[in-house]
């Protein structure tokens, strides 16, 4: 499969770069940014964190507002910012900002009109990785995933599905318990259909309880998110992984808000975070 490189910029000794492929899961062409440390250029086979975004999102929100290049570059990481859903006229959409383009909940929808292209499962844990392997200096047994809200949701389910793939996750401000909260039941409604039973696949809190996790995780929250009561509620997953035995930081930040300034002030931690655990 090709790689085109849209744009290319140096940064921190490093390159960050923006690529479009043809996708054979979305069956759309797909966009996502790459941030390449010094020894990736070099060609030396690097740690690897993907990051999901949030709702509304594309690989450009992180990517210019993350203020995430500093670390990679300090930790020879290399950063994979994905979109958010398959995107183009031909592509099922809606006129609500929680469903449809940029709103593809890091599953394979079962449901008409969404089937044919909202497979982000299949694109982030199967095709992605393949196509990182095979193009970039990508260490195969180091790569770990994290993201934001919608994002944080791919981020935990995709990790508790794809142990072999994913070594280490965390997540920001993660929606938890999607078939429990009105962006959740919107988004699985259409998705999967309204057979519950089906949504237990694509929630942290039931996932975490049936599979379990390898490791540790890390989640940040800030206390001042509007969306923390309706949506987030974090204290659900950690019940979950209290009564699953996975060990869980679960870091309440004082003050903090749903927006970028919060993931930006966060954002380096959690590099730290998984680099260390990647290379350890
Ligand atoms: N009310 C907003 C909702 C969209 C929003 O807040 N999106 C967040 C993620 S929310 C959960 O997935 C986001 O990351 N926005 C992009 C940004 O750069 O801040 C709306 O109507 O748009």
């Known amino acids: 499969m090709t790689l085109d490189l849209i744009s290319s910029a140096r940064a ?17 062409p797909m966009e ?12 030396e086979a690097c740690p690897t964190l993907v990051y999901l975004s949030g709702l509304t999102c594309t690989w450009e929100n992180v990517t210019t507002k993350g203020g995430y290049q500093r670390m990679a ?24 900002y929680d469903l449809g383009q940029g709103a593809g909940f890091y599953l394979d929808a079962t449901e008409k009109p969404w089937a044919p292209h909202f497979r982000m499962e299949s694109y982030i844990a199967e095709e992605l990785p393949s196509l990182l392997l095979d193009t970039l200096p990508v ?8 993201g934001h809200s919608m994002g944080g ?49 694509h929630d942290a809190c039931a996932l975490v309880e049936s599979r379990g996790w390898q490791g540790d995780i890390l989640i940040d929250q800030g206390s001042a998110d509007g969306f923390l009561d309706e949506q987030l509620r974090p204290w659900a997953f950690d019940e979950a992984c209290r009564k699953a035995g996975v060990p869980l930081t679960l870091r309440m930040q004082g003050g903090y ?24």
């Open 73 to 96: 570059a300090d930790c020879g990481l290399i950063v994979i910012a994905p979109d958010t859903s398959p995107r183009g006229e031909g592509v099922a959409d809606d006129a609500a």
């Open 139 to 146: 260490w195969d047994t180091a790569i770990g995933i994290t």
């Open 12 to 28: 921190f000794g490093g390159e960050q770069r923006v690529y479009r492929h043809a996708s054979s899961a979305t069956g759309t």
């Open 257 to 280: 808000d749903h927006s970028y300034y919060f993931v930006s002030t966060f954002l380096a931690d959690h590099l730290e975070w998984h680099a260390e655990r990647l290379t350890g």
């Open 153 to 201: 949701h791919g981020a935990l389910t995709l990790a508790m599905k794809h142990p072999e793939l994913f070594r280490t996750v965390s997540a920001f401000a993660p929606i938890v318990n999607p078939s429990t909260c009105p962006w959740g039941e919107k988004a699985l409604s259409a998705y999967l259909g309204t057979d519950r039973a089906a949504w237990r696949h």
């Open 32 to 43: 996502f940014s790459a941030f390449l440390p010094g020894q990736a250029l070099r060609g």
